[in-house]
């Protein structure tokens, strides 16, 4: 599938408080390492889903272990109590919440990164040691296409489509957004399994959680029409059910954290199409038990 680079435009997310890289050597300071650097992350939130399934396919349970955090943040600011020391002993004086995803150094005790696409990028790149190829050589733009495709084109049309308090054109005109998206997305999934490549790459990383989110979360503020409208994309969901069988995929899909998440933080107003549920994602998962991996190796 060709992908279209998109114009970048401001993202909603907040500005990670810590941007560290790993780097090749140890001139970089922060060098790959086995067993140095340890990954904070919670799995019902879009940034943690995406590091623990990149984590799963490069298969870095040793090189890099997870602790994984509750669904719900435990402190009133919406940060992780568990994060606090880590950013006390990273930042002086730091007033902001304590968010996850974190990379920490054990070495140092110190936060190298909270910026999920460069964690996600650098475990890629300094930890997979031949595991998996997830950002194949010159797919950097089309992946990055795919990022600000699936943040604009689906998360950000898909939260205006379902503000009840925007005016009913811009609703409309959010949701057209996003069933052109879909469109786009359906189209090329109707030609080959996978969006840029004949195996998982970081973009279907990217896409694969933001069909999670859509799902089970924005779908609760659509109305029926529009939900069935979303639906009616078969070779994307097809796409979605398969990754969900994946034991990479599957095995970190938190429905219930979701859930819990979602009615924490939402103060939205739920529509009819919270009833119309389009894929059954815990079925596919049991039903991925016994599957093979697929991952792109060289």
Avoid: K
């Amino acid at each position: 599938m060709s992908v279209t680079p998109l114009a970048a435009h401001p993202s909603a997310r907040p500005a990670p408080a810590f941007r560290g890289r790993i780097g090749r050597d140890a001139r970089s300071g922060h060098y790959a390492v086995p067993r140095r650097y340890r990954l904070h992350l919670s799995t019902a939130d879009p940034d943690g889903l995406r590091i623990a399934v990149t984590h799963a396919l490069l298969g870095l349970d040793r090189a890099c272990p997870v602790t994984f955090l509750p669904a719900v943040p435990d402190c009133p600011d919406g940060g992780h109590a568990q994060l606090r020391p880590l950013y006390d002993a990273s930042a002086h004086r730091y007033t902001g919440p304590a968010l996850a995803p974190v990379l920490s150094d054990d070495w140092s005790g110190r936060i190298v990164s909270t910026h999920g696409p460069d964690i996600a990028r650098d475990l890629a790149r300094r930890f997979a040691g031949g595991r998996a190829v997830l950002y194949p050589c010159g797919s950097e733009s089309e992946i990055e296409a795919v990022e600000r495709m699936c943040a604009q084109g689906i998360e950000e049309a898909a939260q205006r489509a379902g503000d009840a308090g925007a005016d009913p054109a811009g609703r409309a005109a959010a949701l057209d957004a996003l069933l052109a998206t879909l469109g786009v997305l359906e189209q090329g999934l109707d030609a080959q399994p996978y969006l840029i490549s004949d195996q998982i790459t970081a973009a279907d990383v990217e896409l694969w959680v933001a069909l999670v989110q859509l799902d089970t979360v924005h779908r609760h503020h659509l109305d029926a029409d529009a939900v069935r409208r979303i639906a009616g994309h078969p070779a994307l969901w097809a796409y979605g059910r398969r990754l969900a069988a994946h034991p990479a995929f599957g095995t970190h899909l938190d429905l219930e954290g979701i859930a819990r998440r979602h009615h924490a933080r939402c103060q939205g107003l739920e529509a009819a199409g919270a009833a119309v549920q389009i894929l059954d994602w815990a079925a596919h998962v049991a039903e991925g038990d016994s599957l093979p991996s697929q991952v792109n190796r060289p």
